[in-house]
């Protein structure tokens, strides 16, 4: 990611708060991707085509 490798060179620079600013940002990038990847995959997992869409219940 872009923000990683800039949050980086603030760090080296001396700019701390600039480096936090762009580390979150960073975090939060990431954190929504994986969110959209999870949600993805739990939708295809859903409409899988030619399969029945089941789940093993637990008694």
């Known amino acids: 990611m ?3 490798d800039y949050a980086v060179l603030m ?3 001396g700019q701390q708060v ?3 600013v762009t580390a979150v ?3 939060g ?3 929504t991707a994986w969110l959209i990847a999870r949600a993805d995959k739990r ?3 859903a409409v899988a085509p ?3 869409a089941v789940w093993p ?3």
């Open 11 to 13: 760090l080296i620079d």
């Open 18 to 20: 600039d480096f936090g």
């Open 25 to 27: 940002s960073c975090a």
């Open 57 to 59: 219940h637990r008694d």
């Open 29 to 31: 990038g990431a954190a």
């Open 50 to 52: 030619r399969r029945a």
């Open 43 to 45: 939708r295809r997992r």
């Open 2 to 4: 872009v923000s990683g």
